[in-house]
Nanobody, 122 residues
Framework: QVQVVESGGGLVQPGGSLRLSCAASGSQVVIHAFGWYRQAPGKQREFLAGITSGRSTNYAASAKGRFTISRDNTKNTVYLQMNNLKPNDTAVYYC????????????????WGQGTQVTVSS
């Protein structure tokens, strides 16, 4: 079973940038699809961005234009570059991975990693 470990979160001022990383393990082959998600306090987890092994991407409206998803297939690692961060971007950020891109787009996973906290505040 694929496991993921997110990293790269922290405290950043409004307008700042962060680059999150997600390393997947437990797979002997290139993982087809990755997704990034976030969950703010008191809210449901939401999809942000997805990427396939062929580097096709999809973004939620909240991420489009400010966030960029990318991946390194040699490392089964996915990244989320976040620019022009705003206070309402404060959340725990999660990634997940799977063989079916549709599941990634729906966030249809039974288990999740620990996530990485992103706090945007002055």
């Amino acid at each position: 079973q694929v496991q993921v470990v997110e990293s790269g979160g922290g405290l950043v001022q409004p307008g700042g940038s962060l680059r999150l990383s997600c390393a997947a393990s437990g797979s002997q082959v290139v993982i087809h699809a990755f997704g990034w998600y976030r969950q703010a306090p008191g809210k449901q987890r939401e999809f942000l961005a997805g990427i396939t092994s062929g580097r096709s991407t999809n973004y939620a409206a909240s991420a489009k234009g400010r966030f960029t998803i990318s991946r390194d297939n040699t490392k089964n690692t996915v990244y989320l570059q976040m620019n022009n961060l705003k206070p309402n971007d404060t959340a725990v950020y999660y990634c997940n991975a799977g063989l079916q891109y549709g599941r990634v787009l729906r966030g249809d996973f039974g288990s999740w990693g620990q996530g990485t906290q992103v706090t945007v505040s002055s």
